[in-house]
């Protein structure tokens, strides 16, 4: 990590530290002070994009449908597959308890980021102990994009949305399938409410 002068802050942004075991023990290490933050989005619709994002890279895998499950008839969840597996946030937050307070981790909503940006990140410099210099000013919603964006990028004057990989059209998904997954998430995404003292609304 780059060193950081006074009145400055430095951030690293990696979406895997979240879910590997080692990153916890080793940030510590580095600096016991850091702050966390971790955007979360309902496990089941997180599943779905991710499997949306190695299918644009593969076109041949399996169905969704078939990764999910161990064994369809009896409904068994594959939980050693990463798309299902990363969506136990309830387990993952569990292993940085062990070494960060809570109050050292801010849980960003991933809805919320796109329904209201500015107050989402409202709640991230206030984390961050800085002035709320970004608010809905700096937003619109793009109808073409379908999603907020910035009404002008940094150094420039033009507007700017996020790119092509960012809001992808998700595959239809079997209902039935959805529905066994929210099943299975249901008890992990209480605990986390719990854990957070923060309900996301995902159930
Ligand atoms: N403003 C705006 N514009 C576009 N997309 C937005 C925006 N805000 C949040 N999102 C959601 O970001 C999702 C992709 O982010 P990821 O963190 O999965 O990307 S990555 O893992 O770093 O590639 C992406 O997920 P998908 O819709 O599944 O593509 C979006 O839902």
Same mark, same amino acid.
Request: proline share 0%; no cysteine; hydrophobic share 35%.
């Given at each position: 990590m780059p060193k950081t002068l006074e009145g400055q802050i430095t951030m690293e942004k990696t979406p895997s530290y979240f879910v590997t075991k080692e990153a916890p023990a080793r940030i510590y290490a580095m600096s016991r002070d850091t702050k966390l933050i971790v955007v979360v989005r309902d496990p089941v619709t997180r599943a779905i994009s991710d499997y949306t994002q190695t299918l644009s890279k593969k076109p041949d895998i399996p169905t969704f449908e078939s990764l999910t499950f161990k064994n369809r008839t009896t409904g068994? *969840? &594959? @939980?050693?597959?990463s798309a299902v597996q990363i969506g136990i946030y309830a387990k993952h937050l569990d292993n940085w308890l062990q070494f960060f307070p809570m109050r050292q981790i801010l849980f960003v909503s991933g809805e919320r980021l796109i329904s209201d940006p500015a107050g989402e990140l409202g709640r991230v410099q206030d984390f961050l102990g800085l #002035?709320? *210099? *970004? @608010? &809905? #000013?700096?937003f619109y919603f793009n109808q073409t994009k379908g999603f907020p964006c910035l009404k002008k990028a940094e150094g420039s004057s033009k507007p700017h949305c996020l790119g092509k990989t960012k809001g992808r059209t998700h595959p239809n998904i079997d209902p039935e399938v959805v529905q066994r997954l929210r099943d299975f998430y249901r008890p992990f995404n209480m605990k986390f409410y719990q854990m957070t003292g923060h309900n996301f609304g995902w159930d």
């Open positions: 068994l *969840i &594959d @939980t050693s597959w #002035k709320r *210099i *970004i @608010t &809905d #000013k700096h």
